[in-house]
């Protein structure tokens, strides 16, 4: 996968090379390239904004500085590839989920338009759609700055599910929101701790009741938490037992 990101502050996706995200672009599986937006500028003072049509507070993103950058990407996306996928960090669009982590996974070609001020231009989005499958994406109902967190967070979702990407694949299985419900609460050494022991039934080494145990932890977990996400699980994934919670 290639992952191209645009903003007026490229030093602040600078944390995408340490961890997980950084061996995955050393291995060849996934490229990730930070592009400065004033750089397809032209004036003296490298101007990115302007006073918004219609009135109003602040200030609105150039249109011309942006389809100039992204067309820079667009283009490299060949004719004989999937369409790339423009995502536009936003107040106003749809919430970000693991169902949509996965679903980007699989895209060739990721495009972070991350705005500042009062947005982008809107016909940069109605432009872009000539070249790319445009979707405007929040990552929760809160007012950030700008887009570039909200590109951070997107992006280690998404890289993190990509093949080869996390060292050992079963570490993503049984996570929350995975599969509809939280995850169980997680131990390590010492058994004792400062007068905390860890269940019993986690040092049994009866892995049947383990796994009994961790499926009840993540059930009492979510209707206590995310009541709704049981609510929204299929009739089939809970079993008798399981609705004893
Ligand atoms: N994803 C996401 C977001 C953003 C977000 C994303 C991009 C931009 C570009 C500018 N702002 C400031 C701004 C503030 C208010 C109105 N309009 C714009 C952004 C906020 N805020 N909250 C989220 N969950």
Excluded at 87 to 92: E, I, M, W
Excluded at 223 to 234: F, G, K, N, Q, W
């Amino acid at each position: 996968m290639r992952i191209d990101v645009f903003s007026i502050f490229p030093e602040y996706l600078a944390p995408l090379k340490l961890s997980l995200i950084g061996k995955a672009m050393d291995a060849g599986i996934l490229s990730v390239a930070v592009h400065d937006l004033r750089e397809f500028t032209h004036d003296r003072h490298r101007t990115v904004d302007d006073t918004p049509y219609g009135g109003g507070a602040g200030m609105v993103m150039k249109p011309e500085p942006w389809a100039e950058a992204l067309e820079s990407v667009f283009a490299e996306s060949t004719s004989t590839d999937a369409r790339p996928v423009l995502l536009v960090p936003s107040p106003a669009g749809e919430v970000f989920t693991q169902a949509m982590a996965r679903e980007l996974a699989t895209a060739q070609h990721l495009v972070v338009a991350c705005g500042r001020y009062e947005g982008i231009d809107h016909r940069v989005s109605e432009w872009s759609a000539e070249h790319a499958d445009v979707r405007f994406v929040s990552i929760g109902d809160y007012v950030l700055n700008g887009g570039e967190v909200a590109a951070m967070v997107m992006i280690e979702a998404i890289a993190r599910l990509i093949p080869g990407t996390i060292g050992n694949p079963e570490s993503l299985t049984e996570e929350s929101h995975e599969d509809g419900l939280l995850e169980y609460p997680v131990y390590t050494k010492p058994a004792s701790w400062r007068g905390h022991d860890v269940p019993e039934i986690l040092l049994s080494g009866n892995h049947g009741a383990i796994a009994r145990w961790r499926r009840d932890r993540r059930l009492e977990r979510t209707r206590a938490v995310r009541p709704e996400m049981l609510e929204a699980l299929p009739a089939e994934a809970l079993d008798k037992k399981d609705r004893a919670f």
